[in-house]
Protein backbone atom coordinates (compact mmCIF):
# COMPACT_ATOMS: atom_id res chain seq x y z
CA UNK A 1 0.00 0.00 0.00
CA UNK A 2 1.19 3.57 -1.29
CA UNK A 3 1.89 5.91 1.72
CA UNK A 4 1.24 9.22 1.57
CA UNK A 5 3.50 11.25 -0.77
CA UNK A 6 4.16 15.05 -0.74
CA UNK A 7 5.19 17.34 -3.41
CA UNK A 8 8.13 18.92 -4.39
CA UNK A 9 10.32 17.47 -1.97
CA UNK A 10 12.37 20.67 -2.01
CA UNK A 11 10.62 24.28 -2.56
CA UNK A 12 13.19 27.69 -3.45
CA UNK A 13 10.82 31.34 -3.56
CA UNK A 14 11.28 34.16 -2.73
CA UNK A 15 10.15 36.80 -0.26
CA UNK A 16 6.36 37.95 -1.60
CA UNK A 17 5.88 35.37 -3.65
CA UNK A 18 3.48 32.49 -3.51
CA UNK A 19 4.00 28.64 -2.40
CA UNK A 20 1.98 25.61 -4.00
CA UNK A 21 2.71 22.27 -1.64
CA UNK A 22 0.73 19.23 -2.53
CA UNK A 23 -0.26 15.91 -0.82
CA UNK A 24 -1.29 12.79 -1.76
CA UNK A 25 -3.47 10.88 1.12
CA UNK A 26 -3.06 6.97 1.27
CA UNK A 27 -5.88 4.79 -0.48
CA UNK A 28 -9.00 5.12 1.57
CA UNK A 29 -8.13 8.03 3.35
CA UNK A 30 -10.77 11.02 3.55
CA UNK A 31 -9.25 13.65 5.66
CA UNK A 32 -5.80 15.66 5.16
CA UNK A 33 -3.92 17.67 7.63
CA UNK A 34 -1.19 19.80 7.36
CA UNK A 35 1.60 20.84 9.62
CA UNK A 36 4.41 23.08 9.85
CA UNK A 37 7.74 22.36 11.01
CA UNK A 38 9.99 25.37 11.25
CA UNK A 39 13.91 24.60 12.13
CA UNK A 40 15.00 23.88 16.04
CA UNK A 41 11.00 23.72 16.53
CA UNK A 42 8.21 21.62 17.00
CA UNK A 43 5.16 20.64 14.46
CA UNK A 44 2.39 22.98 14.36
CA UNK A 45 -1.15 22.01 13.30
CA UNK A 46 -1.82 23.91 9.96
CA UNK A 47 -5.53 22.94 8.67
CA UNK A 48 -7.60 19.75 8.59
CA UNK A 49 -9.63 18.58 5.53
CA UNK A 50 -12.06 16.03 5.81
CA UNK A 51 -14.39 15.60 2.49
CA UNK A 52 -14.01 18.46 0.75
CA UNK A 53 -14.16 20.87 3.65
CA UNK A 54 -11.91 22.53 6.14
CA UNK A 55 -12.37 21.54 9.50
CA UNK A 56 -10.18 23.29 11.53
CA UNK A 57 -7.26 25.40 11.61
CA UNK A 58 -4.43 26.55 13.51
CA UNK A 59 -3.23 29.86 15.26
CA UNK A 60 -1.53 30.68 11.48
CA UNK A 61 -2.31 33.91 9.46
CA UNK A 62 -5.05 34.02 6.31
CA UNK A 63 -2.38 33.84 3.91
CA UNK A 64 -2.07 30.16 5.10
CA UNK A 65 -4.83 28.68 2.58
CA UNK A 66 -5.37 25.11 0.79
CA UNK A 67 -8.37 23.36 -0.58
CA UNK A 68 -8.71 19.15 -0.80
CA UNK A 69 -9.69 17.66 -4.39
CA UNK A 70 -12.70 15.17 -4.69
CA UNK A 71 -9.57 12.33 -4.95
CA UNK A 72 -8.73 13.66 -1.62
CA UNK A 73 -5.62 14.95 -2.68
CA UNK A 74 -4.54 18.28 -1.31
CA UNK A 75 -2.44 21.66 -1.92
CA UNK A 76 -1.35 24.24 0.87
CA UNK A 77 -0.82 27.93 -0.27
CA UNK A 78 1.74 30.09 0.96
CA UNK A 79 0.90 33.40 -0.06
CA UNK A 80 2.87 36.40 0.27
CA UNK A 81 5.67 34.69 1.43
CA UNK A 82 7.79 35.89 4.24
CA UNK A 83 11.39 34.74 5.69
CA UNK A 84 10.10 32.45 8.75
CA UNK A 85 7.54 30.70 6.41
CA UNK A 86 11.31 28.23 5.87
CA UNK A 87 10.14 25.48 6.72
CA UNK A 88 9.53 21.52 6.71
CA UNK A 89 6.25 21.24 5.53
CA UNK A 90 4.45 17.72 6.49
CA UNK A 91 1.27 16.47 5.09
CA UNK A 92 -0.47 13.44 6.68
CA UNK A 93 -3.68 11.39 6.06
CA UNK A 94 -6.73 10.22 8.57
CA UNK A 95 -7.37 6.66 9.06
CA UNK A 96 -10.52 6.38 11.04
CA UNK A 97 -10.05 3.04 13.57
CA UNK A 98 -13.03 2.71 15.23
CA UNK A 99 -16.34 4.75 16.55
CA UNK A 100 -14.91 6.75 19.30
CA UNK A 101 -11.82 7.05 18.91
CA UNK A 102 -9.78 9.74 16.58
CA UNK A 103 -7.82 8.78 14.03
CA UNK A 104 -4.72 7.61 13.36
CA UNK A 105 -2.44 9.75 11.17
CA UNK A 106 0.47 8.66 8.87
CA UNK A 107 2.83 11.26 7.58
CA UNK A 108 4.42 11.70 3.95
CA UNK A 109 8.23 12.77 3.89
CA UNK A 110 7.53 16.56 3.84
CA UNK A 111 8.17 19.38 1.38
CA UNK A 112 11.03 21.65 2.55
CA UNK A 113 10.62 25.24 1.45
CA UNK A 114 13.44 27.82 1.59
CA UNK A 115 12.14 31.65 1.87
CA UNK A 116 14.57 33.83 0.29
CA UNK B 1 -6.10 18.86 26.01
CA UNK B 2 -4.12 17.61 28.21
CA UNK B 3 -0.41 18.08 28.25
CA UNK B 4 2.70 15.53 28.05
CA UNK B 5 5.93 15.55 29.77
CA UNK B 6 8.83 13.69 28.53
CA UNK B 7 12.42 13.25 29.42
CA UNK B 8 14.68 16.00 27.06
CA UNK B 9 17.02 13.42 26.27
CA UNK B 10 18.15 9.65 26.58
CA UNK B 11 20.67 7.48 25.72
CA UNK B 12 19.90 3.72 25.49
CA UNK B 13 22.74 0.84 24.38
CA UNK B 14 22.15 -1.18 21.43
CA UNK B 15 19.94 -4.18 21.47
CA UNK B 16 18.94 -3.22 25.01
CA UNK B 17 15.11 -2.31 26.11
CA UNK B 18 14.60 1.00 25.38
CA UNK B 19 11.84 2.67 28.39
CA UNK B 20 10.34 5.72 26.96
CA UNK B 21 8.26 7.92 29.88
CA UNK B 22 5.91 10.75 29.45
CA UNK B 23 3.52 11.86 32.32
CA UNK B 24 0.01 13.23 31.33
CA UNK B 25 -1.39 14.05 34.88
CA UNK B 26 -4.35 15.76 33.21
CA UNK B 27 -5.54 13.27 31.13
CA UNK B 28 -9.57 13.25 31.08
CA UNK B 29 -11.39 9.60 30.37
CA UNK B 30 -12.03 10.61 26.77
CA UNK B 31 -8.17 11.19 25.93
CA UNK B 32 -5.83 8.79 23.94
CA UNK B 33 -2.19 8.28 24.62
CA UNK B 34 -0.66 8.35 20.80
CA UNK B 35 3.77 8.40 19.85
CA UNK B 36 5.31 9.18 17.39
CA UNK B 37 9.07 9.18 16.61
CA UNK B 38 10.66 11.24 14.02
CA UNK B 39 14.31 10.08 12.49
CA UNK B 40 15.98 13.40 11.35
CA UNK B 41 14.32 15.91 9.28
CA UNK B 42 11.54 12.93 7.85
CA UNK B 43 7.79 12.58 8.57
CA UNK B 44 6.81 11.39 12.16
CA UNK B 45 6.41 7.59 12.04
CA UNK B 46 2.93 6.05 13.58
CA UNK B 47 4.00 3.68 16.55
CA UNK B 48 1.65 3.01 18.89
CA UNK B 49 -1.85 4.19 20.94
CA UNK B 50 -3.44 3.42 23.73
CA UNK B 51 -6.83 4.33 26.14
CA UNK B 52 -6.84 2.48 29.19
CA UNK B 53 -5.14 -1.05 28.38
CA UNK B 54 -1.72 -1.70 27.78
CA UNK B 55 -0.99 -2.26 24.09
CA UNK B 56 1.76 -4.24 22.07
CA UNK B 57 2.05 -4.00 18.33
CA UNK B 58 5.26 -5.29 16.07
CA UNK B 59 6.84 -1.98 16.73
CA UNK B 60 6.54 -1.29 20.42
CA UNK B 61 4.40 -2.30 23.71
CA UNK B 62 2.55 1.05 25.26
CA UNK B 63 2.06 0.45 28.75
CA UNK B 64 -0.34 3.08 30.19
CA UNK B 65 -0.41 3.36 34.58
CA UNK B 66 -4.21 2.18 35.97
CA UNK B 67 -4.98 5.98 36.96
CA UNK B 68 -3.83 7.15 33.47
CA UNK B 69 -1.39 9.69 34.50
CA UNK B 70 1.60 8.24 32.82
CA UNK B 71 2.79 5.96 30.66
CA UNK B 72 5.76 4.54 29.40
CA UNK B 73 6.50 3.21 25.65
CA UNK B 74 9.01 0.41 25.24
CA UNK B 75 11.09 -0.47 22.16
CA UNK B 76 12.16 -4.56 23.19
CA UNK B 77 15.53 -4.35 21.19
CA UNK B 78 16.52 -0.85 20.69
CA UNK B 79 18.31 -0.66 17.14
CA UNK B 80 20.64 2.24 16.03
CA UNK B 81 18.18 2.77 13.20
CA UNK B 82 15.68 3.72 16.50
CA UNK B 83 17.64 7.20 17.11
CA UNK B 84 14.83 9.71 17.18
CA UNK B 85 13.10 12.22 18.42
CA UNK B 86 10.00 10.47 20.45
CA UNK B 87 6.47 12.28 20.71
CA UNK B 88 3.93 11.70 23.35
CA UNK B 89 0.47 13.13 22.66
CA UNK B 90 -2.76 12.84 24.21
CA UNK B 91 -5.75 13.47 22.15
CA UNK B 92 -9.82 13.19 23.01
CA UNK B 93 -11.40 11.32 20.77
CA UNK B 94 -13.24 14.01 19.04
CA UNK B 95 -9.79 16.37 18.21
CA UNK B 96 -8.98 15.42 15.18
CA UNK B 97 -5.61 17.70 15.06
CA UNK B 98 -2.17 16.53 16.99
CA UNK B 99 -0.46 19.26 19.20
CA UNK B 100 3.40 18.11 19.51
CA UNK B 101 5.57 18.56 21.86
CA UNK B 102 9.25 18.83 22.31
CA UNK B 103 9.45 14.97 22.33
CA UNK B 104 12.69 12.60 24.00
CA UNK B 105 15.29 12.65 21.58
CA UNK B 106 16.43 9.01 22.31
CA UNK B 107 20.02 7.97 21.28
CA UNK B 108 20.87 4.41 20.82
CA UNK B 109 24.68 3.35 21.47
CA UNK B 110 26.68 0.75 19.80
Request: with cysteine; aromatic share 10%; charged share 15%.
Amino acid sequence: EAGVTQSPTHLIKTRGQQATLRCSPISGHTSVYWYQQALGLGLQFLLWYDEGEERNRGNFPPRFSGRQFPNYSSELNVNALELEDSALYLCASGSLQSVGAPDTQYFGPGTRLTVL
Amino acid sequence: DAKTTQPTSMDCAEGRAANLPCNHSTISGNEYVYWYRQIHSQGPQYIIHGLKNNETNEMASLIITEDRKSSTLILPHATLRDTAVYYCIVRPYNNNDMRFGAGTRLTVKP
